[in-house]
């Protein structure tokens, strides 16, 4: 017994003058397995308890794990001075400096366009409109004939035409085949909805048309709606896009699926220094073509136009966002300029 605790006492001294030795995480790991590894001096001690007398061999195993837990705690104090001399070391090596303003984070924003469609959205959902999404590919059926245009008629000059080379199927002209799309999922129930999408037309590029616009196209159908409800409409419409003093002007016009057919104008502020330009000295601006719909375009969705009547408006929100903005190319648009689209 004599014996053995003398190691145990000199284990333990020679343990801690080695731990307060150790000067990084390598020498600290080197010293770990010495002293506590599977043939490491710890072990070895508790070995010997089996070569004591049996009276003998409880006190030893409570010295040997006093020894053991004294030398462990030792060593965890021992390991968080390396870790903090180290972090201290690698801070003073390559200094940080602090008073630097951060980096920021450069956040993107919605492409101008998206901002006035959402606005537009959010003016008829409070009107209780439902947004309906329609195909930019069409058939030729639903695109021209079922709104009313047989083939060869005059009234398709109205759009020049990009046709896919299937025959019969093209690229939506406007939004109003969306009208027919709606028409069949919903005959014969009321209906209040908008749709919005891309269209395109054959035109020759300038700062006011593009091949690729959008257009938002409303339907509403119902009893007894009636050309009222059509300009009660597009008014609040107006009023909350451009402004509550906003008035609202209706002129006969044609399209051969909305019988009667109007454009719709509103007034544009004289102190506007483009007023005149805007509105080649009119004071009124066109914001879009509208109507009730035509009996024969009720019959092909599948509404019974004794029963059922409504009124379609198709509008271009590009334009609305060039007079909201005072953009003068509406080019800019799929330009993909940042410098334009950063503005917004
Ligand atoms: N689709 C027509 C156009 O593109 C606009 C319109 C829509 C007119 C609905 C009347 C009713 O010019």
């Not at 040997?64 to 390991?79: F, H, P, T, Y």
């Not at 006035?116 to 947004?131: H, L, P």
């Amino acid at each position: 017994m004599a014996d053995a605790s003398t190691d145990l006492a000199l284990l333990e001294s020679t343990a801690t003058t080695e731990l307060k030795d150790c000067a990084d995480e390598l020498s600290l790991r080197a010293w770990n397995t010495k002293y506590f590894g599977d043939k490491g001096e710890m072990n070895t001690a508790l070995k010997a308890l089996g070569t004591l007398p049996k009276d003998q061999r409880p006190a030893y195993g409570q010295a040997v794990n006093a020894v053991k837990q004294r030398l462990i705690s030792a060593k965890d104090q021992k390991e968080a001075e390396i870790k903090e001399q180290a972090l201290l070391a690698s801070l003073s090596a390559n200094p940080i400096d602090v008073t630097l303003p951060g980096r920021a984070v450069s956040a993107g924003n919605l492409h101008v366009a998206t901002k006035v469609m959402r606005e537009i959205y959010s003016i008829f959902a409070d009107m209780g409109f439902q947004i309906f999404r329609s195909r930019e590919v069409e058939d030729d059926q639903t695109n021209f004939e079922l709104l009313n245009m047989p083939p060869h008629h005059p009234a398709r000059d109205m759009w020049d035409t990009f046709h896919t080379t299937t025959p019969g199927v093209l690229l939506r002209t406007h939004t109003s085949p969306g009208q027919i799309h709606v028409m069949k999922q919903f005959a014969p129930n009321p209906v209040r909805a908008v749709l919005p999408g891309m269209c395109y037309r054959h035109e020759a590029v300038s700062t006011r048309s593009e091949i690729q616009f959008e257009q938002v196209e409303g339907l509403v159908l119902g009893p007894n709606v009636t050309m009222a409800d059509l300009k009660g409409t597009i008014t609040a419409f107006a009023r909350r896009l451009f402004g509550q003093e906003r008035q609202v002007r209706i002129r006969s016009s044609y399209f051969p699926f909305t019988e009667p057919s109007i454009e719709v104008d509103i007034d544009w502020p004289k102190e506007d220094p483009n007023a005149d330009r805007l509105t080649k000295g009119t004071g009124w601006l066109e914001i879009m073509g509208a109507g009730m719909v035509h009996p024969t375009v009720l019959r092909n969705g599948g509404y019974d136009p004794d029963q059922i009547s409504g009124f379609a408006f198709g509008m271009g929100p590009q334009r609305i966002t060039m007079l909201k903005y005072a953009i003068d190319d509406i080019r800019q648009f799929w330009k993909n300029d940042l410098r334009f689209l950063r503005q917004f």
